[in-house]
Nanobody
Framework: QVQLVESGGGLVQAGGSLRLSCAAS????????MGWFRQAPGKEREFVAT????????LYGDSVQGRFTIARENAKNAVTLQMNSLKPEDTAVYYC???????????????WGQGTQVTVSS
């Protein structure tokens, strides 16, 4: 099993910025595709962003395109999510994920973090 540890969630005003981080560890020797989903109260889980093992390919959800940036950390098993121009509708629990392919489909990711709360006030 792979363990995913998230950090950086918190409170921010609308228009502000926040950076989330996620590191993967465990028995596996593979590098993983990593990414982020989010879920707001009463809403479906939503794809946010994902990035390939090498960092050369990335995808974004329509609602965050142009505002959020995903990147690999120096360690190949870690990622960051830079969130700019935050809106109240970005308020959600953000989940770090890891898998084998670059995809927007949540079922394709075998490993999920515990989630971290991001709250954007208006």
């Amino acid at each position: 099993q792979v363990q995913l540890v998230e950090s950086g969630g918190g409170l921010v005003q609308a228009g502000g910025s926040l950076r989330l981080s996620c590191a993967a560890s465990g028995r596996t020797r593979n590098f993983y595709v990593m990414g982020w989903f989010r879920q707001a109260p009463g809403k479906e889980r939503e794809f946010v962003a994902t990035i390939s093992e090498t960092g050369s390919v990335d995808l974004y959800g329509d609602s965050v395109q142009g505002r959020f940036t995903i990147a690999r950390e120096n360690a190949k098993n870690a990622v960051t999510l830079q969130m700019n121009s935050l809106k109240p509708e970005d308020t959600a629990v953000y989940y770090c994920v890891a898998g084998l392919i670059v995809t927007r489909v949540p079922g394709d990711y075998a490993h999920w973090g515990q989630g971290t709360q991001v709250t954007v006030s208006s």
